[in-house]
Every structure is written in structure tokens, then in C-alpha cells.
């Protein structure tokens, strides 16, 4: 079951993402709109589109966060490969995503405070956003 969710989650998320899906959805919503006429702005005319919508939206979530959720684990994967090929990185931060909210925040007020100074910080980022 997950490799079937997963294959078609993957082709559907790309569709969705593609120029000609929109202009389907697009072409859906107009024929609708000049539809209304000849079903003389019906309950049941407004209730198709409004079914139509929901039914597609509840589904993109669960395809969306599924996406998100393999790009997610991609990059941090990739991350750790980046510490874990790096001498001087600190092995300890692989798997930090695993930590609670509470954990992160203390650990990335720690390295800001490893950083330095809060002016010492600020003309960094002023350094940053200089070289836009």
C-alpha cells in the first residue's frame, strides 16, 4: 500500500506543479462560471463546484505533505552527509531533527551565542545583505 501511495503521490505532485494542470483547473472554473446561466445560478449548480474543490483540496494536502515530507528527509540527509564529510563540524548535530521544539531552540541559542556578540552579529548581517 505505502509503495503505491508514494508512486502515485510522486506523479500526481508533479502534474499538479505543471503549467497545463492550471490551466485544466482554470478551464474547469470557466466552464463552470459560464455554465451558471443554464442551470440558472442553482444551489445545486454552486454546490458541484463547491463539492468539486473540496474533494481536490483534502487530497492535494495529503499529497503535498507527502512531497514535503521525502524533500525534507532528502535535504536533511544530505546535510548530514555534509557533517558527517566535514572535519571540523560537530557530529552531534546529525539527526537534530529527531529533537523536540524545545531542544532546537535551546541548541540554536547556544550557537547564536557561540557566534558572538549581538553587534558583532548584526554588522555580519548587515555584511550579508550588502552583497544582494
Partial sequence: MGYI???????????????????LALSIIIVWGLSGPLFGWSDTWQLVINTGTTIVTFLMVFLIQNAQNRDAAAIQAKLDEVIRAIDSARNQFIGIEHLSE??????????????GEESIRNEALERLIGRR
Fill in 5 to 23: 501511495f508514494e508512486h502515485v503521490a510522486s506523479r500526481v505532485s508533479a502534474a499538479a506543479g505543471r503549467p497545463m494542470a492550471f490551466a
Fill in 102 to 115: 524545545e531542544q532546537l531552540q535551546r541548541i540554536r541559542g547556544d550557537i547564536e551565542a557561540e557566534f
